[in-house]
């Protein structure tokens, strides 16, 4: 059973427009979340994150939304670059160091 | 942060045989994983590496297909054993300090087996 779940595989954004990426998660004791960006033949490099006890969490171009009632967090790149472009997870985990549950990514591509 | 390595990055192999993975860490972390991505799939995670005891499995993955060592805090392997055509796929590995909820990755190995 997917606890992470990322339904959009993939999203075309113009440069310079906003970039939403959504993620809904089925585990209420998750309590922390975190975004990876995937370019190819590379490994997932960490981009931000957030704690349960926030809604919000920016980070320079880059803002992670958390709604808890709702079991969702969207990522939000503004303004999008070509060099966003990149697969996106999104990941929940329920205690420091233990699993990680992955979404199954949406692939970004921003479009000069 | 921590820079992780894999080697191989990419291997074929041929079903029956067994491949492994190595996966080292520039500094020292406390959990070390090993996770596989199949083709459209999200990554899923095939163990929690311990260091000097074995390795604690999810379910679904067992020691004698995926038996993995840890025998320092910086370095870990994954063996593939007895291969067939559906365990190709990406295998990464990662790392997580003390009291850290950020999860390093090392690029992956694409292992394609005919």
């Known amino acids: 059973d997917q606890q992470v779940k990322q339904n959009s595989p993939s999203l075309s954004v113009q440069e310079g427009r906003i970039s939403i990426l959504n993620c809904d998660y089925t585990n209420s004791m998750f309590d922390y979340f975190l975004w990876y960006k995937k370019y190819p033949a590379e490994g997932p490099t960490f981009l931000i994150s957030?704690?349960?006890?926030?809604d919000k969490n920016e980070d320079g171009r880059f803002t992670v939304f958390l709604n808890k009632s709702a079991k969702h967090l969207s990522l939000h790149i503004v303004p999008s670059q070509p060099g966003d472009s990149a697969v996106y997870f999104c990941?929940?985990?329920?205690?420091?160091?233990?699993?990680?549950?992955f979404g199954t990514g949406t692939s970004l591509t921003v479009i000069p | 942060s921590a820079v992780i390595s894999q080697k191989p990055s990419r291997d074929i192999c041929q079903r029956g045989t067994s491949l492994t993975i190595q996966c080292q860490v520039d500094?020292?972390?406390?959990?070390m994983f090993w996770y596989r991505q199949q083709p459209g799939q999200s990554l899923t995670l095939i163990a929690t590496a311990n260091q000097g005891s074995e390795a604690t499995y999810e379910s679904g993955f067992v020691i004698d297909k995926f038996p993995i060592s840890r025998p320092n805090l910086t370095f870990s392997t994954l063996t593939v054993s007895n291969m067939s055509p559906e365990d190709s796929s990406i295998y990464l590995c990662?790392?997580?300090?003390?009291?850290?909820?950020?999860?390093?990755f090392g690029p992956g190995t694409r292992l394609t087996v005919t």
């Open positions: 957030i704690s349960s006890i926030k």
């Open positions: 500094s020292q972390v406390t959990m």
């Open positions: 990941a929940a985990s329920a205690n420091t160091g233990n699993q990680f549950y």
């Open positions: 990662s790392g997580i300090a003390d009291n850290s909820y950020e999860q390093y």
